[in-house]
């Protein structure tokens, strides 16, 4: 929040992007003119950087790009049917017109932070999970025959009144 990046332009031009940071930033050391005061260095300099651990994030993302690269589109037309009050969930999609991508929904309690379920599911474009929507969290993501994921899909609500399969 409040901070910008590199990533910024791209992501404001809907574009895919990332912001890289390390878990425990120092104020300090960002968005600060290079100076001293009472002792205590400021601004990003250089002999901040530990060049070791950013060859081994570098490497770490790059591997992770490679694979995305390999991995079929992401699925398209997400949505969580919310037309009924129901104690499972069900997904709907348009499955890719390859018949080798394969799917599966990811699956968390609301309140833990980490997927905690990979569920795999067919490719009707319809996918019923027991698990509550209103205590579980869901994603959807496509995977190729051999074995890359794409992106998760966070699917949007599908209400009464609203056209399916979309157009």
Request: hydrophobic share 40%; net charge neutral.
């Amino acid at each position: 929040n409040l901070r910008g990046g590199d990533h910024r332009p791209s992501h404001e031009a809907a574009i895919p992007a990332a912001r890289l940071s390390e878990v425990e930033e120092n104020f300090n050391r960002q968005h600060q003119d290079v100076r001293t005061e009472a002792g205590v260095a400021y601004g990003d300099l250089p002999d901040h950087v530990d060049a070791g651990y950013m060859a081994n994030v570098a490497r770490v993302n790059i591997a992770a790009l490679a694979s995305l690269g390999r991995a079929p589109a992401r699925p398209r037309a997400v949505r969580l049917d919310v037309r009924g009050l129901d104690q499972d969930t069900t997904l709907l999609f348009v499955p890719d017109p390859d018949a080798a991508v394969r799917y599966e929904v990811l699956a968390r309690p609301s309140a833990a932070s980490s997927w905690t379920e990979a569920l795999p599911i067919g490719r009707s474009g319809n996918a019923r999970i027991p698990r509550s929507k209103d205590h579980w969290t869901f994603a959807l993501r496509a995977i190729g025959p051999r074995g890359h994921r794409s992106l998760a899909v966070f699917p949007l609500p599908l209400e009464t009144g609203d056209p399916w399969p979309p157009p």
